[in-house]
């Protein structure tokens, strides 16, 4: 974790993780009643739910170390982001599309060692911290997915990991980046990812070929609209799922298949679709041949995967997470 992962430039209280704490410290200006306005993504869930749209993905696989949550107490401060540990090199990815506007070191107030931050637009940021290689240019655009850096150690820490933060109405303005992607439809715990009618985007690629491999052919175009929405209904009816047209891990889970060289048809269409949104740059061409086995490999060895060529559940997982 960061030893000293360094303070946001805002009031630290408004960063906190403790709820109680939150509503405590802003209620004393603004009332309890209307406390958490401004901290949108830990509250309306139907307001979330509209948000699960396939546009944000985890930035890196690892584990949550103790102490290493937003807001743990950093001396008189607080911890800005979530920590994600795993070991030098491991792939990190942009959360989101947007623009990187800042690249090197300490390059926000606070922050220690080489770090990255994206613009997304609307006032919102992703911040990455302590990473080993860069592998963007600074001005770069950048896709959702698209691996931008290695996890590394530089600055003040005690190990490898990504410091990860999320801002959100201003650089500095940091909120919970576990809650703000679970908002999402993102786990950064590492789990599968959950899309919405509504999404767009290479997760639904995904979602259609793996669908029309399972017996209804759908248009892979990433529009997560009614035709293909319904067909998914059709498969959670069918499997004992709750239909309801979202994409989860149960659903997720009951989906995908197990693939390896030799296999072909459109759920590999699928897997290649989603290794691309993590710049494995091969050919959708359902032939699960010597290129596609390379890029798996390559996936699962710079996650920190059993790295065997076979995309089964957790390689899935990762990839469409
Ligand atoms: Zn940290």
């Known amino acids: 974790m960061c030893e000293q992962c360094g303070p946001a430039e805002t009031s630290q209280d408004v960063r906190s993780a403790d709820p109680s704490r939150r509503k405590l410290v802003l209620g004393l200006g603004a009332g309890l009643g209307v406390a958490l306005t401004g901290v949108p993504a830990l509250t309306s869930s139907a307001w979330a739910a509209t948000l699960k749209d396939g546009r944000w993905c985890n930035p890196a696989l690892g584990y949550f170390p103790s102490g290493g ?3 743990a107490p950093r001396g008189s401060s607080s911890h800005a982001g979530q920590d994600v540990t795993n070991s030098t090199g491991t792939a990190v990815y942009a959360a989101a599309a947007g623009t990187v ?12 060692g080489n770090g990255l931050v994206i613009s997304h637009g609307s006032g919102r940021y992703t911040y990455y911290g302590h990473l080993s290689v860069f592998r963007v240019s600074l001005n770069a655009t950048v896709a959702a997915g698209q691996r931008i850096a290695d996890m590394g150690a530089t600055g003040n820490v005690t190990g490898p990991h990504l410091h990860f933060e999320t801002h959100s109405g201003a650089l500095g303005t940091t909120v919970n980046p576990v809650s703000y992607l679970a908002a999402r439809g993102v786990d950064l715990g590492g789990g599968w ?3 919405d009618p509504g999404a767009v985007g290479a997760t639904v690629k995904a979602v259609q070929h793996l669908i029309t491999q399972r017996g209804t052919t759908l248009v892979a175009d990433g529009d997560y609209g009614s035709v ?3 067909a998914v209904k059709k498969f959670q009816a069918a499997r004992g799922l709750v239909v309801d047209g979202q994409v989860g891990p149960k659903t997720w889970a009951s989906l995908v298949y197990s693939l390896k060289q030799g296999s072909s048809g459109a759920h590999v269409r699928g897997l290649q679709t989603a290794l691309n949104k993590r710049s494995a740059g091969i050919a959708v061409d359902g032939d699960f041949g ?8 390559t996936y699962q060895s710079v996650n920190r995967l059993v790295v065997d060529g076979v995309a089964g559940p957790k390689t899935w997982a990762a990839a469409v997470g």
């Open 290 to 297: 010597s290129v596609t086995n390379s890029a798996v490999r």
């Open 193 to 195: 990812s959950t899309i």
């Open 101 to 112: 506007i800042r690249r090197g070191t300490a390059v926000v107030p606070g922050r220690t």
């Open 69 to 71: 949550h937003y807001g």
């Open 228 to 230: 293909s929405v319904n």
